[in-house]
């Protein structure tokens, strides 16, 4: 048979009859050509490695499917790739339960605070590995602290209270630690100007007027780390203060020296201490080309007979290279700094972890208070950190701290508040997302920040199943042996595709293979929705991952389906080939109708309360008079108690406006009668609709009811014994009457006489004032008037 021929045939029942099963699993939407494709996909998924498995015409991909559907396929148990992850703990030595009181001591590697120590784990794509580890302070733990001191003239006075620190300081640190070492350095500036003045007067003597100082220096060891506080007092006494010229100073040479000249310094591998004291800010990376420094800090020890001697070669180191040696050397820094300078360092200290902040006095009294507080704050605190990721892993954290607290996220690295002898633990999960390129296993190492156990995690990745070992290199099973035959199909080489290989990259496409991608021997080509390969269509991709071509022919998609409130399918249901598959109780083209009817349900149990249908959720009222989402509202109907109060009053009292029709109209019901009120039915002992009522008749007594409806009949409890208004007593409203006149009358004279009286005496003191204003001359008569009266003549001229 002519080979196209045959391609042709066996091509053209491409991903028939299954499809549409095929089309709503995610291993297979992968189109995953071998198991280690497969495997890749999700955590889910497997692949079927039995040779016969696959039916005429299915694509090889069909092999990679979710476990269930591969069982539910007929693929054997047995024949099913789908290799796990796990873990397997290789060192586990348990913490170590130590106490200060007990004569034999440990050395320091002897001591255990964290466990596990070293564990391997297997990771396959998508599935987390989670392993706890513990953290337990021990108590005893050794302790070496090392004093870095700023020697500028400043600290003058500074230098006089440090010289009896080791002997004062190892006496304090006997309640925390019976393993206490201690050493000391000292730093000035870098030795070239502008940061000093480099006339030789001032190379030997750097301070003015009658002050001794020693030349400027950039770091000097003074005293390797010692057990001996004598010897750190007597080194120290010896010590003369230098200056320089300018006011930060050259300290984070001097810390980068101390940490990572080891050997030089002393440290062991216990809680390491570095002791920061100065009253000035700092110069850091770039700040060198001022002295015409631009080589950046290589980060080695430079010591020369204690002294640092590259200073005038490399640049100061950046924060951040300064972080990173603090961190891998598992030093803990504390800046015992003035308070004019507590913001700067507090800045800092955000960026440096396991770092603290302590406000020094002007001449240091008070430091070892200071180091005590710092340490107790730092000690209390266990930070986890990891190492560098391989490409694609990643790691989540929760802790289980003091007190059964959790912690998430950032906080899921941390625990505070802890006590020696305490133990939290932390659970860690680490996932890989994809097989590294080169397939090797990798190494990250998780350790608490400050301390110099930690944690060793080996990396194994599942890149592959185990059957393709067993794999046939250009097997006869495969087209013209263009193939790898491993775990039931063909791994083709490269260059060709094909279920069997049969097809070469180069051949495409020809007018025979591409009718085969032409649905109903239309003109578009795999419906303008893919390419035609190898006589197959295969589908583009869109932008969006989740929206998908597919189809034989293209032909589908899950992204062009009805809309309601601009979701698709209503958000309740899944778009399948431009079609809408509703999740159970939704119907409709966009499964926006609901076939639940709670909604539809009435206060009386009824749906739409039986005068309506419900329709996707919301009643439909077939009688016009009812209205509200249960058809319960009627504005014209008169109410459940108005309308049976006739039939009641009739049937219970005999009485009415229904009296003579009562057994033709009333007949409705069965009637109840109790002796009172408490004996009627409550709501909250019934499981059925109940209505109570109150009702007056026409005498202007009042009868109580219920009115409820049980198995669909419809029962009245009634109290048997009216309740009627009692008539008025005569003679007590006379006499309250007759009181309330009397009462008003003398209210009223009381009133008359206060006022009189308020009148008279506003009018008697107008009078006594009147009186006290008048003016009597007491030698004569006001009233008098003489008997004799002159008259002139106008005449007289007095002659």
Request: a negative charge; glycine letters at 8%.
């Amino acid at each position: 048979m002519d080979l196209r021929l045959l391609l042709i045939a066996a091509l053209s029942a491409v991903l028939s009859g299954s499809w549409a099963q095929q089309e709503g699993s995610v291993c297979i939407k992968a189109n995953a050509q071998s198991c280690g494709d497969c495997i890749q996909v999700a955590e889910s998924c497997g692949w079927c490695g039995d040779e016969n498995f696959l039916t005429v015409g299915e694509s090889k991909s069909a092999r990679c499917d979710d476990l269930e559907s591969l069982k539910k396929r007929n693929c054997a148990v047995t024949k099913i790739e789908n290799p796990r992850g796990g873990i397997n703990i290789n060192k586990d030595k348990p913490v170590t339960n130590r106490k200060k009181d007990v004569a034999e001591k440990l050395k320091p590697e002897q001591i255990t605070q964290i466990q596990p120590q070293k564990l391997t784990l297997t990771l396959r794509s998508g599935e987390p590995q989670t392993f706890d580890l513990k953290f337990k302070r021990a108590e005893d733990y050794p302790i070496d602290l090392y004093y870095l001191m700023d020697l500028s003239f400043s600290m003058k006075d500074d230098l006089e209270n440090v010289k009896n620190l080791g002997t004062d300081l190892m006496r304090e640190m006997q309640g925390i630690t019976s393993d206490f070492r201690i050493g000391f350095g000292s730093f000035v500036e870098k030795t070239v100007m502008p940061y000093i003045s480099t006339t030789p007067a001032r190379l030997i003597n750097p301070c003015t007027g009658n002050q001794n100082c020693t030349s400027p220096f950039s770091y000097k060891n003074v005293l390797k780390l010692t057990d001996k506080g004598d010897e750190f007092n007597n080194l120290v006494s010896q010590q003369q203060i230098s200056g320089n010229l300018d006011s930060p100073e050259g300290g984070f040479d001097a810390i980068m020296q101390v940490a990572v000249c080891e050997n030089q310094i002393g440290w062991r591998n216990v809680t390491r201490l570095l002791v920061f004291s100065t009253d000035a800010g700092f110069h850091f990376a770039g700040d060198g080309k001022l002295g015409g420094i631009v080589l950046p800090n290589d980060g080695k020890c430079h010591l020369e007979n204690n002294m640092y001697t590259m200073s005038h070669y490399y640049d100061y180191p950046s924060i951040a290279h300064l972080v990173q040696k603090l961190s891998d050397h598992n030093i803990q820094t504390i800046f015992a700094v003035t308070e004019e300078f507590q913001p700067v360092y507090k800045e800092l200290k955000n960026l440096i972890p396991k770092s603290a902040v302590g406000t020094l006095s002007s001449n240091s009294s008070n430091v070892i208070k200071l180091i005590i507080d710092a340490y107790n704050s730092l000690s209390s605190e266990v930070i986890l950190e990891n190492g560098r990721l391989p490409e694609g892993v990643t790691i989540t954290y929760k802790s289980i701290c003091k007190n059964g607290v959790e912690g998430t996220g950032e906080n899921g690295r941390k625990c505070s508040n802890i006590s020696i002898g305490d133990e939290v633990s932390f659970k860690i999960s680490i996932e890989s997302q994809k097989c590294p390129s080169n397939g090797k296993p990798e190494v990250i190492k998780i350790k608490p920040l400050g301390f110099t156990e930690e944690v060793e995690v080996v990396l194994n990745f599942i890149c592959d199943c185990q059957c393709a070992a067993e794999g046939e290199p250009d097997s006869d099973k495969c087209y013209e042996g263009n193939g790898t035959f491993e775990c039931g199909a063909c791994k083709c080489n490269d260059g060709r595709i094909g279920r069997l290989c049969e097809c070469s990259k180069d051949e495409v496409r020809t007018e025979d293979l591409d009718a085969n991608c032409r649905k109903d021997n239309g003109t578009d080509i795999c419906s303008n929705n893919g390419d035609c390969v190898c006589g197959t269509c295969e589908c583009k991709k869109r932008e969006n991952p989740a929206e998908i071509y597919s189809g034989k022919y293209c032909e589908c998609d899950n992204f062009n389906c009805d809309r309601s409130n601009n979701k698709l399918c209503g958000g309740h249901g899944r778009c399948e080939c431009r079609k809408c598959i509703c999740d159970a109780n939704y119907t409709g083209s966009a499964c926006d109708c609901s076939l639940e009817t709670a909604t539809c349900l009435a206060k009386n149990g009824q749906i739409c309360n039986g005068r309506g249908t419900c329709e996707c959720g919301i009643c439909k009222c077939t009688n016009p008079k009812f209205q509200g989402p249960t058809c319960e509202i009627c504005p014209t109907c008169p109410g459940v108690c108005a309308e049976h109060k006739d039939c009641v009053q009739c049937r219970a009292f005999e009485a009415g406006e229904k009296k003579d029709t009562c057994e033709h109209d009333c007949s409705y019901f069965q009637l109840i009668k109790v002796k009172d009120r408490e004996k009627m039915p409550q709501p909250t002992d019934q499981s059925f609709p109940l209505t109570h009522c109150k009702e007056r008749d026409a005498n202007d007594c009042w009868f109580y009811y219920t009115y409820a409806i049980r198995n669909d009949t419809k029962e009245v409890y009634v109290v048997e014994t009216l309740e009627c208004p009692a008539g008025p007593d005569i003679i007590p409203i006379v006499a309250g009457v007759v009181a309330g006149i009397v009462l008003i009358g003398l209210a009223l004279l009381l009133i008359w006489k206060l006022l009189m009286i308020i009148h008279d005496r506003r009018e008697f003191a107008k009078f006594e004032k009147e009186k006290m204003n008048a003016k009597w001359d007491t030698g004569e008569n006001p009233i008098y008037k003489s008997a004799v009266t002159t008259v002139v003549n106008p005449k007289y001229e007095g002659k």
